[in-house]
């Protein structure tokens, strides 16, 4: 082994050691790395690429998918050839290791760390406990009066959410005006753009993401328009450092609530709707099912529409992608995997326990 290559494996596993020691104690991550050396690194990623109209990330990801079919082909090739021997099985092994080693190190210092810090709930200082159905119930009925009186307004802009630019532009807005009660969510240097594989996001099921070996937030512009807007929130939740599903679920409900945009507040409202009334429906039907009964026939044709277009592209690989990611998300101290996304409900109702509902 070059002498090159032994000090990157001395520097890559001395810094995994210290990335996982650190990320045992979230006030130390939320000071030093969340609050102190993560602002700056993103900050660094969205001047380099944030001008960039398109997602360079997005064709990393490319790259290296066409990489691993390659290396597959080579692969097979090889097997046939039967000129897969000890030798070459060792070297295999010790590159994957060594890759995945240079991954695990510069996904934890670019963003993955966030995963341990002490969130935005503590920011707030608000404390998220088991909740009632009782309060579930108020809740959802709340969101179903805010659903319904922003459906009419919302149909007047919702078209402009066909440009992007707009989109992103009025996502910036909402971030700009809830900073001003929430400094820290004040964002700088802009980077969300269109996925690149938006109809393939179609197939799996996803309608964002962030990625964080290149600081972008990608959306999936070709969803239903009244799903964008608070998913480019989401996304930019992500990049404010919120890496936990529900802590980018809470930073995108601060900011689009602050938007002056009808279609930001309904697309708010619809999905915690969803969150709220998947949570009701679990714990007691007839509540569900009456409450569901109050939507404006608009708002239950919207729903209607997203099941359609999701049916279009069912498929059998999408469970497989979602069960794969929700395995990512316990590993990434979500335990519950997918319903992390849900438990945004709590938190919203620890929120509106301390400041009303009316801020709701």
């Given at each position: 082994?070059?002498?090159?290559?032994?000090?990157?494996?001395?520097?890559?596993?001395?810094?995994?050691?210290?990335?996982?020691?650190?990320?045992?104690?979230?006030?130390?991550?939320?000071?030093?790395?969340?609050?102190?050396?993560?602002?700056?690194?993103?900050?660094?990623?969205?001047?380099?690429?944030?001008?960039?109209?398109?997602?360079?990330?997005?064709?990393?990801?490319?790259?290296?998918?066409?990489?691993?079919?390659?290396?597959?082909?080579?692969?097979i090739r090889s097997a046939f050839r039967k000129e897969l021997t000890r030798k070459y099985?060792?070297?295999?092994?010790?590159?994957?290791?060594?890759?995945?080693?240079?991954?695990?190190?510069?996904?934890?210092?670019?963003?993955?760390?966030?995963?341990?810090?002490?969130?935005?709930?503590?920011?707030?200082?608000?404390?998220?406990?088991?909740?009632?159905?009782?309060?579930?119930?108020?809740?959802?009925?709340?969101?179903?009066?805010?659903?319904?009186?922003?459906?009419?307004?919302?149909?007047?802009?919702?078209?402009?959410?066909?440009?992007?630019?707009?989109?992103?532009?009025?996502?910036?807005?909402?971030?700009?005006?809830?900073?001003?009660?929430?400094?820290?969510?004040?964002?700088?240097?802009?980077?969300?753009?269109?996925?690149?594989?938006?109809?393939?996001?179609?197939?799996?099921?996803?309608?964002?993401?962030?990625?964080?070996?290149?600081?972008?937030?990608?959306?999936?512009?070709?969803?239903?328009?009244?799903?964008?807007?608070?998913?480019?929130?989401?996304?930019?939740?992500?990049?404010?450092?919120?890496?936990?599903?529900?802590?980018?679920?809470?930073?995108?409900?601060?900011?689009?609530?602050?938007?002056?945009?009808?279609?930001?507040?309904?697309?708010?409202?619809?999905?915690?709707?969803?969150?709220?009334?998947?949570?009701?429906?679990?714990?007691?039907?007839?509540?569900?099912?009456?409450?569901?009964?109050?939507?404006?026939?608009?708002?239950?044709?919207?729903?209607?529409?997203?099941?359609?277009?999701?049916?279009?592209?069912?498929?059998?690989?999408?469970?497989?992608?979602?069960?794969?990611?929700?395995?990512?998300?316990?590993?990434?101290?979500?335990?519950?995997?997918?319903?992390?996304?849900?438990?945004?409900?709590?938190?919203?109702?620890?929120?509106?326990?301390?400041?009303?509902?009316?801020?709701?």
């Amino acid at each position: 082994m070059a002498l090159k290559r032994k000090i990157g494996w001395i520097v890559l596993l001395a810094l995994a050691i210290v990335i996982k020691v650190i990320s045992l104690f979230p006030a130390f991550v939320e000071k030093y790395y969340s609050l102190g050396f993560y602002p700056f690194i993103s900050r660094i990623q969205r001047l380099l690429l944030g001008w960039i109209p398109f997602s360079i990330g997005d064709i990393f990801y490319g790259v290296i998918a066409l990489y691993l079919v390659v290396m597959f082909v080579r692969f097979i090739r090889s097997a046939f050839r039967k000129e897969l021997t000890r030798k070459y099985f060792y070297k295999l092994v010790l590159d994957f290791v060594y890759a995945w080693l240079v991954v695990y190190v510069y996904f934890n210092l670019a963003w993955g760390l966030n995963y341990n810090r002490l969130g935005i709930t503590d920011q707030l200082q608000i404390e998220v406990k088991k909740y009632s159905t009782e309060d579930l119930t108020t809740l959802t009925d709340t969101i179903i009066h805010r659903l319904n009186g922003t459906y009419n307004a919302s149909l007047q802009t919702r078209n402009d959410m066909h440009k992007k630019r707009t989109l992103f532009k009025r996502a910036f807005e909402a971030y700009d005006a809830t900073s001003k009660d929430y400094p820290f969510l004040t964002y700088k240097t802009k980077s969300v753009k269109p996925s690149i594989y938006s109809y393939f996001g179609d197939y799996f099921g996803f309608t964002g993401y962030y990625n964080p070996f290149s600081g972008e937030a990608q959306v999936n512009t070709t969803v239903p328009l009244f799903v964008q807007p608070f998913t480019t929130c989401h996304e930019m939740g992500h990049q404010m450092g919120y890496a936990k599903e529900n802590e980018a679920n809470f930073a995108g409900f601060l900011s689009a609530k602050a938007s002056s945009d009808s279609a930001f507040l309904y697309s708010l409202y619809f999905d915690l709707y969803s969150y709220c009334m998947r949570d009701l429906l679990r714990r007691d039907t007839v509540i569900g099912n009456r409450l569901k009964k109050e939507l404006l026939p608009g708002v239950k044709n919207d729903f209607l529409e997203l099941r359609k277009f999701y049916a279009q592209y069912a498929n059998p690989f999408e469970p497989l992608i979602t069960k794969m990611y929700g395995q990512y998300l316990k590993a990434n101290e979500q335990p519950v995997g997918m319903m992390s996304y849900n438990e945004v409900v709590g938190m919203i109702i620890a929120y509106t326990k301390k400041y009303g509902m009316q801020a709701l």
